[in-house]
Every structure is written in C-alpha cells, then in structure tokens.
C-alpha cells in the first residue's frame, strides 16, 4: 500500500509542474545544464534534494489530490446542435477538513472516434467553463449543481465527452489538471447530432514548439534558458462546406490559465480559410523571466463553436520560482489536534532559492468579518531553500476558533510573489458554533478598552497634580507683617 502510494504520489508531481524528460534547446545542451539523470537530484519528484524533515513536513500527510470528487451526469444520451442541454454535477468532499473557495470547472471534448483509449494529443477541447464557484464543503458533504449548457448550433456531429475539476480559489487542484487534457475529474459521455458536417478546429498532430512536435496528452517539454524566443505554432483546418473568416487568440500565463494576475500577455490573429482549407497559425513566447508557462490557442465561430488548444513549456538553467499549492487547515473548528498548513514546492528541475513562507491565523469576527483579522492567533514561517517536492509547514493553534482566516505568503529574493488568504467563518461553515471566537475577540477588546481606560486614568491625574504648583505666581495669602 506504501509502495503504491509513493508511486501515486511521484506522478501527481510529475503532473502538477508538468516535466518531462526531453529537452528542447537550439544546440546539443551539456548534460549540466538541463534535468540531471538522477531523478532524486534536483528532479521534479518526491525524495529531490530537500527532503521533509524537521520544520518541513510532506504535503501528502495532510493534502490528498483527488479528495474533492465530481461527478457528472446528464438526462441525455444525444442532443441536437443548438439545444440546451441539462448538466448536474455532484460535488463531494471526501476529507476530514472543510474545504472552501471552490471552483468547478468542465472541459468538452470532442471524440474523434469510439476508441476512447489514450493517445499522446488526447481529444479535440471545444469549451472550458466555470458550472459552479465559490462552493463550500462540510467534511463528507456532497452539494448538487445544476446548469444548462446551450450547444452550439455549428458543432460538429459525433461523440463527446463532458469532463470536471474541482480547484480552489483558483489556484490549488483537487481533482483535475485544467492545463492537461488528459488529467481529469468524473466524466459524461454524450454525443451531439447535427445535419451539417464538419468543423473548424485546430489540428494537434501539427502542434510544434521551438520547432519539435508537441503533445498535449504528455508531461510539458523543457525549453533551455538560453533559448529567448519559443515559438508555438499549430494548423486550423476548415473542413466546412464554407469559408471560414475569424480571430485565433493566444494568451500566455504563468503556471495555468485560471486567474487574469497570472496573464502575460495577448494577441490576436486574424484568418480567413475558404472550404476544406487550412492555415498555420504561430505565436511566439519572449519571456524569460518564470520558470512554468502555458500558451492558449482559442477560435470561435459565429455560431458559438469552439477550439481551444494549450501549450505548456518548462524553463531550465536558470532561477526556479517556488509556488504555493495548498492553503487549508486540518480541521473545523480549530483548536486541540486541528492545525493551520500550507504545501508548496520549486516549480522547476531544481530548489527555489532565497524563498520565505509566511503563514498566519487571524480572527475574524462574525458579519463584521475582517474589520477585526488584526487579532492572531498563530504564525509561523520557512526560510531557505524550497525542493521540488511538495512540502508542508503547520500552524497549530490552542485557541479554539471557528471564524478565522488562514493567510499565506510567499516570498523569493526579498520580493512578494504571492499571498493567498482563505476565510472559514462560522456563518458559512456553522453548525453548533460555539463563537469562542466572538468571545475572545469581545474579551480582546474589552481588555484594551481597560488598559486605554487605565492609562487615561494615570495622565488625568498626572495634569491634576501638575496645576497645583505654578512657578512665579504670588500667593493668595494673606499677605506677611
């Protein structure tokens, strides 16, 4: 059971900074520069040259990936091009802990055929969007979402599959890897009929990156430090009975394409295919400054139809930028054996350097919320190097609490470089709230409204005693013989 888990554990790494082993560079890279051959030095997986001892702790003895499951489910086996079409989604939180600030997302792809066995591009992605946001789980809770998703009347014919994933704030995978197409939540197979053929797509056998042939079913290539310009490049092909005249956007974020403070850059390119045509679309990527990035490719027609691509390129040979992964905590309320942790990792071929995390507990009082977040109630903090592995440092609390915030941040080279804060308020977790919080807060302030009143008290009387002796004023007395 160990062995497996391990093993389980070495890909999730594997796929959550997305290495792999080939190497893309202009000339023959020596074997220093790039991913050494030992998979335990500096390599993207558990075990890598920092090992969890002491302050640092495995992330895995408290975060689980895949402990929020959604499935999915529709009334329809079939649906026509431009009908709605009913989606509901079960949403359970299989962990000890609550989980907050959830996200659910679905992919839709279009299957090119009944095989439904992987292939190293995986299906065609026609639509990625948000069914629910904002969800918060009970420990072994499970809520229903429902939404309509209106098919486009322009899709093609075939088979199709609706597939989930469960991040938190946008940021922190529990189930799914929305930059893969291949690493995925529970999944509704369906098919789309339509009188009208064909489609227009991007073409991913003809993906290329720095000019080698990518695939978007695989772990992410490594593109050298000295290379400054990585140019992507893939074919749309029109194989409608009419031409076909839009824009192909391409995006560049950082690490994933879920939060706008992570976009790089956009740009915009217009084509124009007559039926049953192609064209090759390209865009270049010129920063050098992070370590993970991902390039989206996204047409649509005028009818709604979509085809969305993602390139996804790891950078070696220079500085390595560390990233959080995990902002939860071990149990609600908190208080006794329940704890504050935070995971995080290197996002590259070795150890984030020069890196602090920074974790604090705040109370937050009920409605007010963080008017009063001033009030700690525990803190604790990493310094040094950050191995690629993910690993976890713990806050643990004796003040019992039920509305708190959890507030991580993330430093690197002096400079911060993220900060996330997670809110767990009674009146959105609260059942049986004991509001332990609430009195230690009314206690807290209490006690400062004493000592102001003390203070105020020791100055009064200081002023009384200074206005008794005037210096240079004549005595009302009477006067001497």
């Known amino acids: 059971m160990k062995i497996a888990s391990r093993l389980f554990s070495s890909l999730l790494l594997l796929a959550l900074v997305g290495t792999f082993p080939t190497l893309v560079s202009a000339t023959t890279t020596p074997a220093h520069k790039g991913p050494p051959s030992e998979p335990t030095r500096g390599y993207i997986a558990p075990g890598s040259s920092i090992k969890p001892t002491g302050e640092l702790k495995s992330c895995f003895d408290y975060y689980q990936f895949g402990s929020v499951q959604v499935s999915i489910d529709a009334q ?19 962990n000890a802990y609550p989980v907050v600030d959830t996200t659910v997302y679905v992919k839709i792809f279009h299957q090119q055929s009944a095989d439904l066995t992987k292939n190293v591009n995986g299906p065609d992605v026609v639509d990625f969007f948000p069914i629910a946001q904002n969800i918060t789980l009970q420990p072994g809770e499970t809520k229903q979402v429902q939404v309509i998703w209106k098919v486009p009347g322009d899709m093609e014919p075939g088979l199709y599959r609706i597939s989930t994933y469960a991040v938190q704030d946008d ?19 369906f098919s789309i009929i339509n009188s009208q053929t064909g489609a227009v797509r991007f073409d991913k056998t003809s993906g290329m990156l720095v000019g080698k042939q990518y695939r978007f079913a695989a772990y992410a290539p490594a593109v050298s430090q000295e290379i400054h310009d990585v140019p992507i490049r893939v074919t749309v092909a029109n194989t409608l009975k009419t031409s076909y005249v ?4 391409w995006k560049t974020y950082v690490w994933d394409g879920l939060r706008p403070s992570t976009l790089l850059e956009t740009s915009v390119q217009h084509i124009s295919l007559s039926s049953n045509a192609s064209t090759t679309v390209s865009h270049v990527v010129t920063d050098t400054h992070h370590t993970v ?23 070696f040979g220079g500085s390595y930028e560390a990233r959080l992964s995990s902002v939860d905590v071990t149990g609600y309320p908190l208080g006794g054996v329940n704890k504050a942790f935070v995971c995080f990792h290197s996002t590259g071929y070795g150890v984030a350097d020069d890196a602090r995390v920074d974790v604090s507990v705040k109370a937050l009082l009920p409605v007010i919320g963080d008017a009063f977040s001033f009030l700690p109630l525990g803190h604790t903090s990493y310094s040094g190097s950050i191995p690629g592995n993910l690993v976890a440092i713990t806050v643990p609390l004796t003040q019992r609490s039920d ?34 919080t609430l009195l230690f807060i009314i206690g807290s302030v209490l006690a400062l409204l004493l000592l102001a009143f003390l203070i105020w008290r020791a100055v009064v009387a200081r002023r009384k005693a200074t206005t008794l002796t005037v210096p240079h004023h004549t005595s009302l007395g009477p006067p001497t013989t």
């Open 293 to 315: 990035y991902y390039t989206t490719a996204e047409l649509t027609t005028s009818k709604g139809a979509k085809s969305i691509v993602g390139f996804r390129f790891v950078r």
């Open 246 to 249: 839009g824009d192909v956007t």
């Open 171 to 189: 940021r922190f995978n529990f189930e799914g890897l929305t930059f893969t197409d291949d690493v995925t939540g529970g999944s509704y197979n």
């Open 403 to 436: 509305s708190f915030e959890v507030v991580a941040k993330l430093y690197q080279h002096g400079k911060l470089v993220d900060q996330v804060t997670v809110p767990y308020t009674c009146e959105a977790l609260g059942k049986n709230c004991s509001n332990t």
């Open 76 to 94: 329809l086996l079939s649906v026509a091009a431009g009908a709605p079409m009913a989606l509901t989604a079960k949403v359970k939180n299989t």
